[in-house]
């Protein structure tokens, strides 16, 4: 998936200056802490609007400042991973992978359950995110993620609290999918 990415955004102290694209499948974002890489993926994703300039992915405009255009969040085609993982404290694991489901309801089930299993997070469908470990927590989040089916995943320090042995896991079971392009914040 090709993209275009040339934006602003002024914030406390930092003045962000963004100009890149790239037509690979996987593209990792470095930098040091408080350099902009989470804004960047946020804004990417319509979660944060760019102070001007444009976004452009796959051929479709997401952002242009000139021409007034911000497609809402939920039309980007975009799965966002937080650092925090952001999962609904009052939801069980189940819970927040199914919700974001997109299959019909004949087969959201099976979906559900296929990346329980292949996120190993087998008997802990019936647990709430506050007695998950940091790395169950981060598995849930990236299931629910894939759930949703997005064309784009922007993945914000992903398997920060992983195991490397995990760690190699969880990124051959996103490779599984083909999504079209994965953004790494490390």
Known sequence: MPI???IQKQLQRLNLQIKWSSSARRIAILGASGAGKSMTLKMIAGIETPDRGKIIADG???FDSSRKINVRTQERGTGYLFQNYALFPNMTVRQNITIAGKAARSGKEALVQDLIR??????LENSYPVSLSGGQQQRTALARILAGAPEMILL???FSALDSS???????ELEKNRVNHFSYGI
């Open 118 to 123: 292949r996120f190993e997070l087998e008997g």
């Open 166 to 172: 995990l760690r190699d896991k969880m990124q051959l």
């Open 156 to 158: 914000d320090e992903p």
């Open 60 to 62: 479709r405009t997401l």
């Open 4 to 6: 275009t990415i040339d």
